[in-house]
């Protein structure tokens, strides 16, 4: 569960991007849909570092050290 909440996030900053990307070149820079556009994307952004480091710290995810 916690890992497609992870590729779920991951799937939503990417869609949030190519938004901002469309509304770019679509408006040319004139509105202010890409800039909501880009803060969505930073704010999935930190949702998606908070709980990665979350689940770290609880130990439901575990990082695999190099041999």
């Not at 939503?12 to 938004?19: E, G, I, P, Q, R």
């Not at 004139?30 to 952004?45: D, H, M, P, Q």
């Amino acid at each position: 569960m916690l890992k497609g909440l992870i590729i779920f996030l991951m799937l939503a900053v990417m869609v949030s991007l190519f938004s901002g990307l469309f509304f770019l070149i679509r408006d040319g820079g004139k509105t202010n849909r890409v800039v909501n556009s880009l803060a969505v994307r930073v704010g999935l952004s930190v949702l998606l570092l908070a709980v990665i480091l979350l689940s770290l710290w609880q130990g439901s995810l575990t990082l695999h050290p190099t041999p």
